[in-house]
């Protein structure tokens, strides 16, 4: 079993920065392909950035390139994310989620752990 500990969300303006941090339990953290998703009310869970267990593929959602960084730190256990130029549309519920299969996923299904989520709320 796994344990997903997500923090650093926050209120922020328009054009501001957050960086969250999610720490993970267990020893097998740096096998497991990792990402942050999201969730904004009225609207289904979406991925935002996912990264292989060796840290050598990243995927982004086409709303968050170019402001958004995911990195790990498998040293620490910690998954990282960068997030700059803020915008009202990035509020949602931010979760991060662990992958067994070291590949990168991008469906919700895919993933087998997860975290209990971060709010994240931009103000215009």
């Known amino acids: 079993q796994v344990q997903l500990v997500e923090s650093g969300g926050g209120l922020v303006q328009a054009g501001g920065s957050l960086r969250l941090s999610c720490v993970a339990s267990?020893?097998?953290?740096?096998?497991?392909?990792m990402g942050w998703f999201r969730q904004a009310p009225g609207k289904e869970r979406e991925l935002v950035a996912t990264l292989s267990s060796s840290g050598g593929r990243r995927v982004y959602a086409a709303s968050v390139l170019g402001r958004f960084t995911i990195v790990r730190d498998n040293a620490k256990n910690t998954l990282y994310l960068q997030m700059n130029s803020l915008k009202p549309e990035d509020t949602a519920v931010y979760y991060c989620?662990?992958?067994?299969?070291?590949?990168?996923?991008?469906?919700?299904?895919?993933?087998?752990?997860w975290g209990q989520g971060t709010q994240v709320t931009v103000a215009s």
């Open positions: 267990g020893r097998t953290f740096s096998t497991y392909a």
């Open positions: 989620a662990a992958r067994v299969n070291g590949e990168s996923g991008y469906e919700n299904r895919e993933y087998d752990y």
